[in-house]
Antibody
């Protein structure tokens, strides 16, 4: 079964840091671009970042550039999101997602991990 | 950045109604558009990719059309289980962007 499982969320103070992880299973992780998508409570979806199969290309939404860093470890089938200088408006559920079986769109999503930025 | 604008933001329809949701892109995205369904408390699910291709396993009442800047998602006969928020998303360029969502309610 193709599966993505996120971890690492929690409560952090404004200005703090957090590292999210996404463990992939059921598919050849190293063959796919991987993405992070977030959803603030009661709000819509926002794509955050993605990373190429070998980590050589990375893209970010403007609001996180310079604060978030996406990475991956293909040997561990894992995706990461290092977040720093966190702000209240970063509070959201963070999902990892992949375009796996379809030639477009994110067809596999993890359940997400909640990040709460509050003092 | 490409802005994706959905209309309406909310719609209320009866079981069996034909429902249409529109998504407009601020510039051409060819056919690089996906539609998602997010039921309350659940993770989004892909319905449509490349504007018109229905993902395997998605009920045939869901269809997508359009290209360039204007797209539609149609539910041919609304069912109670279609209560959800629907999002469009472009994957023509970075950053990937989603529409703000259309909440579908059942009358």
């Amino acid at each position: 079964e193709v599966q993505l499982v996120e971890s690492g969320g929690g409560l952090v103070q404004p200005g703090g840091s957090l590292r999210l992880s996404c463990a992939a299973s059921g598919f050849t992780f190293s063959n796919y671009w991987m993405n992070w998508v977030r959803q603030a409570p009661g709000k819509g979806l926002e794509w955050v970042a993605n990373i190429k199969q070998d980590g050589s290309e990375k893209y970010y939404v403007d609001s996180v550039k310079g604060r978030f860093s996406i990475s991956r470890d293909n040997a561990k089938n894992s995706l990461y999101l290092q977040m720093s200088s966190l702000r209240a408006d970063d509070t959201a559920i963070f999902h990892c997602a992949v375009t796996w079986g379809m030639p477009g769109g994110f067809d596999i999503w993890g359940q997400g991990t909640m990040v709460t930025v509050s003092s | 950045d490409i802005q994706m604008t959905q209309s309406p933001s909310t719609l209320s329809a009866s079981v069996g109604d034909r429902v249409t949701i529109t998504c407009r892109a601020s510039q051409s995205i060819s056919s690089w558009l996906a539609w998602y369904q997010q039921k309350p408390g659940k993770v989004p699910e892909l319905l449509i990719y490349k504007a018109t291709s229905v993902k395997s396993g998605v009920p045939s009442r869901f269809s997508g059309s359009g290209s360039g800047t204007e797209f539609t998602l149609t539910i041919s006969s609304l069912q109670p289980g279609d209560l959800a928020t629907y999002y469009c998303q472009q994957y023509n360029s970075y950053p990937r962007t989603f529409g703000q969502g259309t909440k579908v309610e059942i009358k």
